[in-house]
């Protein structure tokens, strides 16, 4: 069953109900105002919302009932520009579990505009590019016309760009900032990107917050260890402000992968290498230390009272 530019509101109960295992696509409804769930789905059925506006619902958007299902709603207007509530990031109208939300519109389905990612990390002295996702239900084709400032002044002055959208999927198009080498960490800018197409308009936010950079790693640890018996070894990340890293122990570590302390076993005696790895947006640091591992022929001596 294929619904198309329907308005579903007023029940007293839910306003779309998928059982059976029916096959359901919704696009460019409005699931609004309905006594409980907007859509209900269980029993193995599947459904495909796309464009939709779910919001003021007295129960849930979309309630799926199915474990073994999951419904596919990606790119709809949840009533909030934060996305669904329930098991949602939101505030908008709830989904159950089971429900992919992903993309949402950033406001009632006409012209919406949408960045991925919202919010980034970024370096002093390095650019930070994000995507503007435009997407629209008026009648295609359709001239856009893109605008956007910042707080910091890091993005070209007068941005602006027009496209056409031509299809339903939308367009997207890329929008950078240039950080400067000497901005401090924990500096902020807001990009505010403002789509406009004739009377109809929507906007959206993008985020670039500066982090300290990565300088350096060091390993303390014993340099000697016995065959068999757990040795443990601390990665110190200087500065110790410095956030957005990842680790990587060499060898696998017994406990410890991702994290600064790491435990590492042998189990042959030998000269081994333990080296760390810490990555910050691209820029690896690295930190290496030599074990000698003694095999386990060690003489216990009575103690003599």
């Known amino acids: 069953v294929d619904l198309r530019g329907n308005e579903v509101s007023g029940s007293a109960g839910d306003g779309v ?7 359901l696509t919704l696009r460019r409804n409005a699931l609004v105002d309905n006594g409980r769930d907007g859509l209900r789905t269980l ?11 779910l ?14 299902v999951t419904v596919d709603a990606q790119g709809n207007w949840w009533g909030d520009a934060s996305g669904p509530g329930g098991e949602g990031p939101g505030t908008g109208d709830e989904v159950s579990a089971g429900v992919d939300y992903a993309g949402w519109l950033q406001g009632p389905a006409g012209l919406s505009a949408t960045t991925t990612p919202s919010e980034a990390p970024a370096l002093p002295d390095s650019q930070v590019t994000a995507w503007i996702g435009l997407h629209t239900l008026e009648a295609l084709p359709i001239t856009v016309t893109v605008t956007a400032g910042d707080d910091q002044g890091w993005l070209p002055v007068g941005y ?12 997207v198009l890329p929008i950078t900032v240039t950080v400067p080498a000497d901005a401090a960490p924990g500096a902020v800018d ?4 403002s789509a406009e197409a004739g009377a109809v308009e929507a ?6 917050t500066v982090i300290a950079p990565l300088q350096s790693v060091s390993i303390t640890g014993p340099t000697t260890a016995f065959q068999g018996e757990t040795a443990t070894y601390t990665a ?11 680790i990587l122990w060499s060898p696998e570590p017994s406990s410890g992968q991702g994290a600064t302390t790491a435990t590492m076993v042998w189990n042959t005696f030998g000269l081994y290498p333990v080296t760390v790895e810490v990555e910050q947006l691209g820029r690896v640091v690295q930190a290496e230390k030599l074990v000698a591992v003694w095999g ?7 103690i003599v009272k």
């Not at 807001?190 to 990107?193: D, F």
């Not at 906007?203 to 670039?208: M, Q």
């Open 160 to 171: 602006q760009e027009t496209v056409v959208i031509t299809q339903t999927g939308g367009v």
């Open 55 to 68: 919001a003021g619902n007295e129960g849930l958007a979309v309630n799926n009932l199915d474990p073994d």
């Open 190 to 193: 807001v990009v505010e990107v």
């Open 296 to 302: 386990d022929n060690r003489i216990y001596m009575p």
């Open 203 to 208: 906007r959206a936010t993008f985020t670039v």
């Open 236 to 246: 110190t990340i200087a500065p110790a402000e410095a956030s957005d890293i990842s």
């Open 43 to 53: 029993n193995g059925s599947q459904a495909t919302l796309r464009e939709n506006t």
């Open 17 to 23: 109900i998928a059982d059976q295992g029916a096959t």
